[in-house]
């Protein structure tokens, strides 16, 4: 397990609950979490003078998880190679190949029904690499051990079920709505930090549906800062109902250790996965067909947009639904089905969990204009389809090298960039087709915003606003025309020669 300065997977070996009593005869167990059960050992108001009934009625229904694994390994070369000794420590070419080790993981989990099936990460079941997982075992608090057979995991939640039979109802808990949560209610974890065993934390919520910037539909997070580390991974974050709201997945970190910022999976967003894991059913999510990134400040401040809202388009895959439906490269989604694109509801989430062949209108804003688009929803590649994926990648060529890099103009003082209009000479220096429109950027000033953003000699503006340009006159004209509207900034598509064009709000000097 690394940890990193940033969001780390920490292996916190642990397991959620859920609410799953399906096929069990009426009255056959109740729920480590039950109302009934709960009601009397939790204060109704303040602050909780103890954790310590809470937890022991909880404690129970949490475990351990460790699995045993054979990973293949770079091996080194044999030291010993041409001696007399050779045989004896393996390798008879001397040469480093591969090898195969055993390994294993900790982790936590926890029950969610009498008949033994629990949730924790997937990560905590799957291994690095090019390995494979030969046993899992769950151990009670009670010391109890049972072999675990993996029932479905997922990915994408970084979700997964196990069951185990033990001949007896077992205790488990149920999930909670996560919905509810609010900053600065008090939570507890338990789990099995550093293969100590169970151990309990707690603390608040610190926040709720934290965006990480790790992108991906999943990016959706209570962050709280009760202790989790490594080894609590899977494990469960109860409400003071005694209610699963989260699962710990994530830590924030410098060092590897608790800082008090942890992160949990919803229960809102892990419920109805788990249910489906259970059920033996494939996660199918949807999917759009287009690349996309949050819009910045400037880009905002450029379209003349709120803050925190909608994301951008920057390219669409021929054939899927946005393509079919309409949406194009530039266009700003501000609404999916009626919900707002926010950084806490992020284009992705919402689009991921819609059914696919679901037809929903998409709000968008194109060259200034809002626009309401029906878009047919499709089912998500694999991740490594997604890989594959190139959205028309442009092949690229030589740097421009032939062409004056200062200039006076209003593009040079409000954006410290020197542009040339681009013809069929200078496209084939950079390796373009001849028939490229747009301008190509001869200096830029380093001091400037684009120089801050990157920009440099040779890359290419294709559009201003989301309106094409074929000169520098057309980009000082847009130039004008924000500065009137007091606006601060203005948005650009651009190019580098090789790569996809992107958009970006450059602000104005």
Same mark, same amino acid.
């Given at each position: 397990?690394?940890?990193?300065?940033?969001?780390?997977?920490?292996?916190?070996?642990?397991?959620?609950?859920?609410?799953?009593?399906?096929?069990?005869?009426?009255?056959?167990?109740?729920?480590?979490?039950?109302?009934?059960?709960?009601?009397?050992?939790?204060?109704?108001?303040?602050?909780?003078?103890?954790?310590?009934?809470?937890?022991?009625?909880?404690?129970?229904?949490?475990?351990?998880?460790?699995?045993?694994?054979?990973?293949?390994?770079?091996?080194?070369?044999?030291?010993?190679?041409?001696?007399?000794?050779?045989?004896?420590?393996?390798?008879?070419?001397?040469?480093?190949?591969?090898?195969?080790?055993?390994?294993?993981?900790?982790?936590?989990?926890?029950?969610?029904?009498?008949?033994?099936?629990?949730?924790?990460?997937?990560?905590?079941?799957?291994?690095?690499?090019?390995?494979?997982?030969?046993?899992?075992?769950?151990?009670?608090?009670?010391? %109890?051990?049972?072999?675990?057979?993996?029932?479905?995991?997922?990915?994408?939640?970084?979700?997964?079920?196990?069951?185990?039979?033990?001949?007896?109802?077992?205790?488990?808990?149920?999930?909670?709505?996560?919905?509810?949560?609010?900053?600065?209610?008090?939570?507890?974890?338990?789990?099995?930090?550093?293969?100590?065993?169970?151990?309990?934390?707690?603390?608040?919520?610190?926040?709720?549906?934290?965006?990480?910037?790790?992108?991906?539909?999943?990016?959706?997070?209570?962050?709280?800062?009760?202790?989790?580390?490594?080894?609590?991974?899977?494990?469960?974050?109860?409400?003071?109902?005694?209610?699963?709201?989260?699962?710990?997945?994530?830590?924030?970190?410098? %060092?590897?250790?608790?800082?008090?910022?942890?992160?949990?999976?919803?229960?809102?967003?892990?419920?109805?996965?788990?249910?489906?894991?259970?059920?033996?059913?494939?996660?199918?999510?949807?999917?759009?067909?287009?690349?996309?990134?949050?819009?910045?400040?400037?880009?905002?401040?450029?379209?003349?947009?709120?803050?925190?809202?909608?994301?951008?388009?920057?390219?669409?895959?021929?054939?899927?639904?946005?393509?079919?439906?309409?949406?194009?490269?530039?266009?700003?989604?501000?609404?999916?089905?009626?919900?707002?694109?926010?950084?806490?509801?992020?284009?992705?989430?919402?689009v991921s969990n819609v059914k696919p062949g679901t037809k929903i209108p998409l709000e968008v804003l194109r060259g200034g204009q809002r626009l309401t688009l029906n878009v047919a929803v499709s089912k998500r590649p694999t991740d490594e389809e997604l890989a594959q994926q190139t959205f028309d990648r442009k092949k690229g060529g030589d740097d421009f090298e032939k062409a004056p890099t200062k200039g006076t103009g209003l593009a040079e003082k409000a954006l410290g960039l020197s542009l040339l209009s681009l013809n069929p000479q200078i496209a084939r220096q950079l390796g373009l087709p001849e028939d490229t429109k747009g301008v190509v950027v001869a200096g830029v000033d380093a001091s400037s915003d684009a120089g801050a953003k990157g920009f440099e000699r040779g890359d290419v503006l294709l559009s201003v606003n989301n309106t094409?340009?074929? %000169?520098?006159?057309?980009?000082?004209?847009?130039?004008?025309?924000?500065?009137?509207?007091?606006?601060?900034?203005?948005?650009?598509?651009?190019?580098?020669?090789?790569?996809?064009?992107?958009?970006?709000?450059?602000?104005?000097?």
């Amino acid at each position: 397990m690394r940890y990193a300065y940033g969001v780390t997977s920490a292996l916190l070996l642990g397991g959620a609950t859920l609410s799953l009593l399906t096929g069990l005869p009426a009255g056959a167990q109740v729920a480590q979490n039950d109302a009934q059960n709960i009601q009397a050992i939790t204060p109704r108001v303040g602050a909780p003078s103890s954790f310590a009934d809470l937890t022991s009625q909880l404690q129970p229904a949490v475990v351990n998880i460790s699995t045993r694994q054979k990973v293949r390994v770079a091996g080194g070369a044999n030291p010993f190679a041409g001696t007399p000794f050779e045989g004896f420590f393996g390798g008879g070419d001397g040469q480093g190949q591969p090898q195969t080790r055993e390994a294993q993981s900790l982790g936590s989990g926890f029950i969610v029904s009498a008949d033994g099936y629990l949730v924790t990460n997937n990560h905590v079941v799957t291994p690095e690499g090019q390995g494979v997982v030969e046993s899992i075992t769950v151990t009670l608090p009670d010391g %109890s051990e049972y072999p675990a057979k993996l029932i479905g995991k997922d990915a994408a939640s970084d979700l997964a079920v196990l069951k185990i039979t033990a001949g007896k109802p077992l205790p488990f808990v149920k999930f909670g709505d996560s919905r509810a949560s609010r900053v600065g209610d008090w939570v507890v974890a338990i789990g099995n930090p550093f293969g100590l065993g169970g151990t309990v934390t707690a603390g608040i919520i610190s926040a709720v549906y934290r965006n990480t910037g790790q992108g991906g539909a999943y990016d959706r997070y209570l962050q709280t800062d009760a202790a989790i580390n490594q080894g609590n991974s899977g494990g469960p974050m109860f409400d003071m109902k005694g209610q699963v709201i989260g699962i710990n997945r994530a830590i924030f970190s410098p %060092s590897g250790g608790s800082v008090g910022i942890g992160f949990a999976i919803p229960a809102e967003t892990a419920a109805p996965i788990v249910d489906q894991l259970i059920k033996g059913q494939t996660i199918e999510r949807g999917y759009l067909g287009v690349r996309i990134q949050p819009v910045t400040t400037d880009y905002a401040d450029s379209m003349g947009l709120p803050h925190n809202r909608g994301e951008l388009i920057q390219a669409v895959e021929p054939g899927k639904g946005a393509d079919q439906g309409g949406v194009k490269a530039g266009d700003v989604v501000l609404k999916v089905g009626g919900k707002e694109v926010t950084r806490d509801q992020t284009l992705s989430f919402l689009v991921s969990n819609v059914k696919p062949g679901t037809k929903i209108p998409l709000e968008v804003l194109r060259g200034g204009q809002r626009l309401t688009l029906n878009v047919a929803v499709s089912k998500r590649p694999t991740d490594e389809e997604l890989a594959q994926q190139t959205f028309d990648r442009k092949k690229g060529g030589d740097d421009f090298e032939k062409a004056p890099t200062k200039g006076t103009g209003l593009a040079e003082k409000a954006l410290g960039l020197s542009l040339l209009s681009l013809n069929p000479q200078i496209a084939r220096q950079l390796g373009l087709p001849e028939d490229t429109k747009g301008v190509v950027v001869a200096g830029v000033d380093a001091s400037s915003d684009a120089g801050a953003k990157g920009f440099e000699r040779g890359d290419v503006l294709l559009s201003v606003n989301n309106t094409p340009i074929t %000169s520098v006159g057309e980009i000082e004209n847009s130039i004008r025309a924000a500065q009137s509207a007091g606006r601060t900034a203005i948005g650009v598509q651009w190019m580098r020669p090789g790569q996809p064009p992107i958009y970006v709000g450059i602000r104005l000097r």
